[in-house]
């Protein structure tokens, strides 16, 4: 099995909601602290969107606060991403990560460097 597998992508209508999935192995899931999701469109560069570390702290990026909510099913080992009130600017690729490891400080997950393990993406657009 993939390391982190993304699924829920798809359309969605400008203020519509949607909801991402990561599965993630049971290893990878136990040993990261950090998870989170970064979103990529062509030509620009990959940008945090939200994380959550295993004290269950949040960080999410100012484009999304208020609209986007992030968790954890401990048992599903899954990591979700709430997509509320969308806007077209939210149509990107977005990519589940975990840290596998890497690092034991929340003030670290919101950065691209934490993260060992990625996903290979899940497309969402957003029509509006």
């Known amino acids: 099995p993939r390391i982190l597998q993304e699924s829920g992508g798809g359309s969605v209508q400008a203020g519509g909601s949607l909801r991402l999935s990561c599965k993630a192995t049971e290893n990878t899931y136990r040993v990261s602290y950090c998870m989170g999701w970064f979103r990529q469109v062509p030509g620009e560069e990959r940008e945090g969107v939200a994380s959550i570390d295993g004290d269950g702290y949040t960080w999410f990026a100012d484009s999304v606060k208020g609209r986007f909510t992030i968790s954890k099913d401990e048992a599903e080992n899954t990591l979700y991403l709430e997509m509320n009130s969308t806007k077209p600017e939210d149509a990107a690729m977005y990519y589940c990560?975990?840290?596998?490891?890497?690092?034991?400080?929340?003030?670290?997950?919101?950065?691209?460097?934490?993260?060992?393990?990625w996903g290979q993406g899940t497309k969402v657009t957003v029509s509006s």
């Open positions: 990560a975990a840290d596998g490891g890497r690092t034991r400080s929340g003030l670290a997950c919101p950065l691209p460097v934490s993260f060992r393990h």
